[in-house]
C-alpha cells in the first residue's frame, strides 16, 4: 500500500494544482509504511514473549487435523 501511494502523488500532480494544496502521498506512505512495520514487530515480540515461556507459538493448537487431541 505505501507504494501505490506514490501513484496518488503522480495523479496529484496531473489534476492541475500541485501547488495549491499539499499531496497527502507522503502521509500515506509514512501511515502504510509504519503499520507495517509496528505489525512485523508486535508479531516478533508475540513469538519471543512465547519461545521465552516454553509455550507454543499462538495460533498453533494442540489439536490434530482430524479434530482429536494430541493426547489422544
Same mark, same amino acid.
Given at each position: 500500500? *505505501?507504494?501505490?501511494?506514490?501513484? %496518488? @502523488?503522480?495523479?496529484? +500532480? &496531473?489534476? &492541475?494544482?500541485?501547488? !495549491?494544496?499539499?499531496?497527502? !502521498?507522503d502521509?500515506? *506512505?509514512? !501511515?502504510? =509504511? *509504519?503499520? &507495517?512495520?509496528?505489525?512485523? %514487530?508486535?508479531?516478533?515480540? =508475540? ?11 499462538p495460533?498453533? +493448537? @494442540?489439536? !490434530?487435523p ?5 493426547? +489422544?
Amino acid at each position: 500500500m *505505501a507504494r501505490l501511494t506514490f501513484f %496518488v @502523488e503522480q495523479l496529484w +500532480d &496531473g489534476l &492541475g494544482l500541485p501547488g !495549491a494544496f499539499t499531496s497527502p !502521498a507522503d502521509g500515506l *506512505a509514512f !501511515a502504510f =509504511t *509504519a503499520t &507495517g512495520v509496528v505489525t512485523v %514487530v508486535l508479531y516478533a515480540v =508475540t513469538l519471543g514473549t512465547a519461545a521465552l515461556r516454553g509455550e507454543s507459538p499462538p495460533g498453533r +493448537d @494442540e489439536a !490434530a487435523p482430524n479434530g482429536s487431541s494430541v493426547d +489422544d
